[in-house]
């Protein structure tokens, strides 16, 4: 377990919808990164978040966005959805932002 | 965004040392290269992280020599449980972002 939680596990939701993704960092991390991976892909970094602020950003849609809150979690948004942005969404989170990051199980959207 | 290279597959066999290497380039003097494990539908796994010369842990080593061009990741005495992908993590000198590489997929047989 590595003190990462994502929920939800599962979503399956129609085209043309708004989800939210969220995650909880492990205790005391103030970094939180977004990952997401396609059926046989790679990851592909989408944003990160140090202590409520944006700090880096990827290949990450205008249709999507992502925020930081003051209790540390996170939440991906994922707007106007099409079949394409079906795929595994990962969460990390680290303590400085520059070191390693510990991944959660990620949130397996299906999009149809 | 730093681009790193990783052979896309390795075979090997149980018992065996598999050496991985990444190549990464524009990688900052104050970053570190980390590398991960991911099995199928699971999120990518620490293993170990290092900055120069060696550094090893109860699970691998990593070896970064002194340009901090490459690095190669060592798994002593391979299992069938080793079978997975492994990236190689390098960071971006301008904007921050945590890039992966590729990915080696490795396969252990018996």
């Known amino acids: 377990d590595s003190g990462v939680t994502q929920t939800p596990k599962h979503l399956i939701t129609a085209t043309g919808q708004r989800v939210t993704l969220r995650c909880s960092p492990r205790?005391?991390?103030?970094?939180v990164y977004w990952y997401q991976q396609s059926l046989d892909q790679g990851l592909q970094f989408l944003i990160q978040?140090?202590?409520?602020?944006?700090?880096a950003k990827g290949n990450i849609l205008e249709r999507f966005s992502a925020q930081q809150f003051p209790d540390l979690h996170s939440e991906l948004n994922l707007s106007s959805l099409e079949l394409g942005d079906s795929a595994l969404y990962f969460c990390?989170?680290?303590?400085?932002?520059?070191?390693?990051?510990?991944f959660g199980q990620g949130t397996r959207l299906t999009v149809v | 965004l730093a681009k790193t290279t990783q052979p896309i597959s390795m075979d090997s066999y149980e018992g065996q040392e598999v050496n991985i290497t990444c190549s990464h380039n524009?990688?900052?003097?104050?970053?570190?290269i980390t590398w991960y494990q991911q099995f199928p539908s699971q999120g990518p796994r620490f293993i170990i992280q290092?900055?120069?010369t060696k550094v090893t842990n109860e699970v691998a080593s990593l070896f970064i020599p002194a340009d901090r061009k490459s690095s190669t990741l060592s798994l002593p005495r391979v299992s069938l449980s080793d079978t997975a992908v492994y990236y190689c993590?390098?960071?971006?000198?301008?904007?921050?972002?945590?890039?992966f590489g590729s990915g080696t997929r490795l396969q252990v047989q018996p």
């Open positions: 990390a989170s680290s303590a400085d932002g520059d070191g390693g990051a510990f």
């Open positions: 205790s005391g991390d103030l970094s």
């Open positions: 524009n990688i900052a003097t104050n970053d570190y």
């Open positions: 993590l390098a960071k971006d000198t301008g904007r921050r972002a945590l890039t």
């Open positions: 978040y140090y202590n409520g602020e944006e700090r």
């Open positions: 290092g900055y120069k």
